[in-house]
Nanobody, 117 residues
Framework: QVQLVESGGGLVEAGGSLRLSCIAS????????MGWYRQVPGKQREWVAT???????NYADSVKGRFTISGATPGNTVYLQMNSLKPEDTAVYYC???????????WGQGTQVTVSS
């Protein structure tokens, strides 16, 4: 029903910035919110940020004050501006879409973010 494609990952020095983008397609009218998760090998995926259809944003404590989620029409395109990056931010970042639930229903393929010391 919904397909998500992320882009913008890469390699950056600690203290640098990256901007991730996600484009949703398919039955986007059913999307209530979009967000980002990340995963390090051997660890569970962790929630990073969410933005509602009305533009309300929430962040994990680990990224609050450094990351900003925004949407050019949430449900179609969502961004994650990542500033003051730390090596512990290194992970595969996944775009997610919510359909009336507190858990994501749809996932993108992931984009690698690597922060060097």
């Amino acid at each position: 029903q919904v397909q998500l494609v992320e882009s913008g990952g890469g390699l950056v020095e600690a203290g640098g910035s990256l901007r991730l983008s996600c484009i949703a397609s398919g039955s986007i009218s059913s999307i209530n919110a979009m967000g980002w998760y990340r995963q390090v090998p051997g660890k569970q995926r962790e929630w990073v940020a969410t933005i509602s259809h009305g533009g309300r944003a929430n962040y994990a404590d680990s990224v609050k004050g450094r990351f900003t989620i925004s949407g050019a029409t949430p449900g179609n395109t969502v961004y994650l501006q990542m500033n003051s990056l730390k090596p512990e931010d290194t992970a595969v970042y996944y775009c997610t879409a919510y359909i009336g639930e507190f858990r994501p229903k749809y996932w993108g393929q992931g984009t690698q973010v690597t922060v060097s010391s």
